[in-house]
């Protein structure tokens, strides 16, 4: 007799539960319902909006304004970025106008692209800066990324270190191709080491020949040989500083000194 008794309990439990939890359903839904409502309303109402944006011509595409290049006329500046008067401004890919741009124009190291409604885009350019040039069939400037820019000149630019004897990429001396051989990369990191530490004091550095990777030499005052050989640069130098201390780089006395040794030697004219 005791299991019939004890199978309708757990019925009458059972029942009780399916109630509470349909009770909590209930108040559940009728407490939800308003905020379901709200993002229902606020989806349309976005949906519309977007809707609107797509398709009217209020936010076509009309002024295209390129920054820090100086002035360029309407029709230039949309070739510039390819885009095309009346397309859709909301809809407008912002990353890839500034690839194409970038792939376009490599000696432009940032470039940034913003939309500004109505009817605007903003481009904000930022160029490549000069720190040497290299020396192929023509001098070529290049960045501090060895990174080449436009321009070249049968004549050395002004006040720019020449790096000589650079092997010339396989894709060829073109703007945007960075040289990428550890020559080269030796070479700029010479320069900016005698520049900030300033060993040649009232010379300048005009050029650095690495034609012959395993005895690089610099010159100074375009005139004086400085044989530093293809390691130790640190040291080389310090030698080379401590050497200077003791004596004048006078290019009407001296045709070259040679650090490669265990015994600096001066070589006169």
Known sequence: MA???KTRSK????AAGSMRWLSSLHKAF???LPFVLSLTVLGVLFGGVVAYAV???TFQLQDV?????GSL??????KFSELRRGENLIQLDLVGVQQVIKRNHPEFKEVKVRRILPNRVEILLKRRTPVAQVLFSRYIQIDKDLVMLPGSSTTPFRNLMVIEGAPVPRSGAAVGVTLSDSTSQKALRLMEVIRHSNI???HVLTKIDIGDPKNITLVADHQIEIRIGNNHFIERLKI???TLKSLPLDPEKIRYIDLRFDDVVVGPK
């Open 3 to 5: 299991k019939p008794v």
């Open 11 to 14: 019925r009458k439990f059972a």
């Open 30 to 32: 009728f407490y939800s």
């Open 55 to 57: 398709n009217s011509t």
């Open 65 to 69: 304004r390129i920054l820090n290049i």
């Open 73 to 78: 006329t309407p029709d230039q500046s949309f």
């Open 200 to 202: 040649l004091r009232n």
């Open 240 to 242: 080379l500083d401590q």
